[in-house]
């Protein structure tokens, strides 16, 4: 069978919402069927993207461009064209539908409204699509006009996937309508289900990593920053490092120096070696301000330890307080400091709490996330997609 997989995400040239496409589109192409991916034109190429291409699978690329440009250029085209005009991604799907007939199209979207353009002209044509939601907020809350664009492209796939309940819940209340073509699918991650390291060895300073790319709007690593700066935790014999990458790295490392915490803290940069990390460190701080199921949770209960984070999308869907980790109601640096005292106090019982979530995860995710997918992907083609043409 073929199957075409696009992504939407053109914020950053990888994340940890390209795994299940990136890893599926793999899974079916050693299975043996066709696969082609269409993605944005990133330079360099993102490593994972160079393996697609090493893995027979071909790629076509697609103009970025900043979200506001874009938006900027099509409200011109349209204005004096008087008419609706393809987007650079939507020409280029449909040149490459055009040599490609696909019997089921698979659209990942980074942020909840990135793929909508795929969406659109796979209904146009007739074509079978699913998509996979990944991330989410009530900051991206649609007007009328994209609310009921969002609402007939969902209600057309042939599936929806989403990471966390509560996302699927707030892409309701933002369109709406229910979506029952929906379900839940885990996203593959960097730590393998029978590795759990060791606990760090006893030190006078308690070690927190924070990881995930340096984006405070989604991550929070300012309210990490902040709350290290504020009493009791400036006397607190706490160091955080922060892993990741990302275009507000030099305005974090500005803010620590600003409130004086840079003795506290390390930016380590991109570490690909994720088991490492949790080698010695002894718990995650993650106070997201927007997620869908972030890898970097998985990874931590994977590994055996307590996740300090804020109850969005799907960071609290796997933790009890006090039993498999500790939630902030909201990313706010109170409630983070209010979370992180609660953990504070109990923290000669974080290796117990990190083994009952570690016990937990094991029970939530599939030790391949990716190759579920793809048989599930493989059912909804054959259910919808074969025979299908494409555009001309």
């Known amino acids: 069978m073929r199957f075409l997989f696009a992504t939407g995400m053109a914020s950053s040239p990888w994340g940890g919402s390209e795994e299940l496409w990136s890893q599926t589109a793999q899974r079916l192409k050693i299975l043996g069927h066709d696969v082609m991916a269409l993605a944005p034109d990133w330079r360099p190429r993102p490593p994972k993207i160079c393996e697609l291409s090493a893995a027979g699978i071909p790629v076509a690329h697609y103009p970025v461009a900043p979200g506001l440009v874009r938006r900027t250029m099509d409200a011109v085209r349209r204005r004096v064209l008087k008419r ?126 924070c990881v995930g790319r340096l984006d405070p709007s989604a991550k929070g690593q300012d309210l990490v920053l902040r709350l290290l700066s504020s009493p009791p935790w400036n006397e607190a014999p706490l160091r955080v490092s922060f892993y990741g990458t990302g275009r507000m790295e030099s305005a974090l490392k500005r803010l620590a120096n600003t409130l004086g ?41 994977l590994c055996g330890r307590p996740v300090i984070t804020t109850e969005v999308a799907g960071n609290a869907e796997f933790i009890s307080d006090g039993e498999t980790g500790f939630v902030a109601a909201a990313p706010t640096l109170a409630l983070l400091s209010d979370a992180m005292a609660r953990a504070w106090r109990r923290r000669k019982d974080w290796p117990a709490i990190g083994a009952a979530a570690a016990v937990l995860i094991r029970q939530k995710i599939p030790a391949d996330p990716a190759l579920v997918f793809a048989q599930r992907l493989l059912d909804l083609a054959k259910k919808n997609g074969h025979g299908k043409s494409a555009p001309r």
């Open 261 to 301: 915490v840079d003795p506290k803290v390390e930016f380590c940069g991109h570490v690909s070696d994720v088991a490492g990390i949790w080698k010695k460190n002894h718990a995650l701080i993650l106070p997201s301000r927007y997620e869908g199921l972030p890898l970097a949770i998985v990874e931590a209960m």
């Open 84 to 209: 609706h005009v393809r987007s650079g991604k939507q020409t280029v799907l449909h040149r490459f539908l055009r040599c490609f007939r696909p019997d089921l199209v698979c659209i990942s979207h980074g942020a909840i409204a990135c793929g909508i353009e795929f969406m659109e002209i796979c209904q146009e044509h007739g074509l079978p699509y699913v998509s996979i939601a990944q991330a989410n907020a009530e900051s991206l809350w649609p007007d009328d006009s994209l609310a009921e664009r969002l609402g007939a492209a969902f209600l057309g796939a042939a599936q929806n996937f989403f990471v966390s309940e509560t996302n699927l819940s707030l892409l309701e209340c933002q369109v709406g309508c229910k979506l029952p073509n929906s379900e839940i699918v885990r996203n593959p991650c960097n730590v393998r289900q029978d590795f759990v390291p060791d606990w760090p060895d006893d030190a006078p300073v308690t070690r927190l990593a």
